[in-house]
Nanobody, 125 residues
């Protein structure tokens, strides 16, 4: 089993930045595909970013491309999401997810086996 714990969320003004962290425990995530999703009130959970086990391949939602960056530090069993140029529409609970399959892009929540509890990001205008 993999346990995931997100941190780093908060209240920030539009244009600001945050660094979200996702620390894994229970087992090494070195061969896991890792993703970030978000869910705003009244909306479905949506894909934000994904990083391959090696860190070589990354995928982003169009809405965050160029503003958000996903990275990982396998030695620390941690994945990060640097979020820059934040907009009010980025307000949501951000979730970290992990899956043992290393094949291709995973942009659907059901493709991930493990989830964290989420961290709130609120962007004021």
């Amino acid at each position: 089993q993999v346990q995931l714990e997100e941190s780093g969320g908060g209240l920030v003004q539009a244009g600001g930045s945050l660094r979200l962290s996702c620390r894994a425990s229970g087992r090494s995530i070195v061969y896991y595909t890792m993703g970030w999703f978000r869910q705003a009130p009244g909306k479905e959970r949506e894909f934000v970013a994904q990083i391959s086990w090696s860190g070589v391949s990354t995928y982003y939602a169009d809405s965050v491309e160029g503003r958000f960056t996903i990275t990982r530090d396998n030695a620390k069993n941690t994945v990060y999401l640097q979020v820059n140029s934040l907009r009010p529409e980025d307000t949501a609970v951000y979730y970290c997810a992990a899956d043992g399959s290393t094949v291709g892009a995973k942009m659907i929540p059901n493709e991930y086996a493990y989830w964290g509890q989420g961290t709130q990001v609120t962007v004021s205008s």
